[in-house]
Nanobody
């Protein structure tokens, strides 16, 4: 099982990026898929998740700015990020779990390698 995250980069405040998480060995629509982010010295933080059912949850800090989605045909999960702020700067990770406890990083058993997002002011 492997998750391949991509799409990070350097963007100015107010800009947009779309992250992708391509899965192999696991069907994204049969698991709860999520994005977390982490900055040095801090714990990994929940950003957004899309459940097997299709229901979606977001962290309060990204509601209205980020959109998580999945493409069954491509077996890929996306995170569309708009109105980016300097505080969004982090390494973003995609993850997968069969657990219903989607907000805690410890409950995820498969992780992508991370992609750096840097928002410059």
């Amino acid at each position: 099982v492997q998750l391949q995250a991509s799409g990070g980069g350097l963007v100015q405040v107010g800009g947009s990026l779309r992250l992708s998480c391509a899965a192999s060995g696991r069907t994204v629509s049969r698991y709860n898929m999520a994005w977390f982010r982490q900055v040095p010295g801090k714990e990994r933080e929940f950003v957004a998740a899309i459940r097997m059912s299709g229901s979606i949850s977001y962290a309060d800090s990204v509601k209205g700015r980020f959109t998580i989605s999945r493409d069954r045909a491509k077996n890929t999960v996306y995170l569309q990020m708009t109105s980016l702020r300097p505080e969004d700067t982090a390494v973003f990770y995609c993850a997968s779990t069969a657990s219903v406890a989607i907000y805690q990083a410890a409950n995820y058993d498969v992780w992508g390698q991370g992609t750096q997002v840097t928002v410059s002011s």
